[in-house]
């Protein structure tokens, strides 16, 4: 996707375009595809679900505010943060709302998935553990700093961001296991493979945590 609206697929083989469609609204949010679907969201607060094959839409959901984060998708659900302050649960089949959670402020995180539960920060720094089912809060943790970075999930723990530290915390419960102050402002989003963490600041730093 792109700020000027447009949505476009590429023959990963050759590179020549496949498709494309128009949008009405930048997009920020990454396409997130599952099986023969791509979803993504707009700033106008659209969440669509578009054919792979064509681009042809599947449906779409109108949302309270902006959608820049990218949604996370499972065997039957699409769950996203907005900038109406609220995280959506939608049927991945046919896009009707199956729950929504309301927030103290806006989501530019993107939602993780993992063991039933949906896992989700705001931009006031609070990272937020939900019911995969019901959209029920089961723990949140507050970092107390601004939180534009998404979580990642790992063996159990949870690594994410706020302002310039990173955090592991506990998937269950929601305990901290550590921090670090990296000393540069975090918007990036961890990455987990080999037993370490890796991330970035806006300093120019890039990491490797055991």
């Given amino acids: 996707g792109d700020l000027g609206s447009v949505l476009r697929a590429f023959d990963p083989a050759t590179g020549l375009e496949a498709w494309r469609i128009k949008a009405g609204d930048w997009i920020q949010s990454?396409?997130?595809?599952?099986?023969?679907?791509?979803y993504f969201g707009t700033k106008a607060g659209l969440l669509l679900a578009v054919s792979a094959?064509?681009?042809?839409?599947?449906?779409?959901?109108?949302?309270?505010?902006?959608?820049?984060?990218?949604?996370?998708?499972?065997?039957?659900?699409?769950v996203f943060g907005t900038g109406g302050k609220t995280v959506h649960c939608l049927d991945r089949a046919w896009g009707g709302e199956s729950w929504r959670f309301d927030a103290p402020?806006?989501?530019?995180?993107?939602?993780?998935?993992?063991?039933?539960?949906?896992?989700i920060g705001d931009t006031e720094g609070r990272m937020y553990a939900l019911d995969a089912s019901s959209g029920e809060e089961v723990w949140r943790y507050d970092a107390e700093a601004e939180m534009e970075s998404s979580p990642a999930v790992a063996g159990g723990l949870i690594?994410?961001?706020?302002?310039?530290?990173?955090?592991?915390?506990?998937?269950?419960?929601?305990?901290?296991?550590?921090s670090l102050d990296l000393g540069g402002r975090i918007t990036a989003s961890p990455a987990v493979a080999g037993g370490r963490v890796f991330i970035g600041t806006e300093s120019g730093g890039f990491y490797a945590l055991e």
Avoid: N
């Avoid at 990454?30 to 791509?38: E, I, K, Q, R, T």
């Avoid at 449906?59 to 902006?66: L, Q, V």
């Avoid at 402020?105 to 896992?119: L, T």
């Fill in 105 to 119: 402020a806006p989501f530019v995180s993107s939602a993780a998935a993992w063991d039933g539960k949906v896992f």
């Fill in 30 to 38: 990454s396409p997130a595809a599952f099986g023969d679907c791509v």
């Fill in 53 to 78: 094959d064509s681009g042809s839409e599947i449906w779409k959901f109108e949302a309270p505010g902006y959608v820049i984060s990218t949604p996370a998708v499972t065997e039957g659900s699409v």
């Fill in 159 to 178: 690594y994410c961001a706020a302002g310039s530290r990173v955090f592991c915390l506990d998937a269950g419960e929601g305990g901290l296991e550590w």
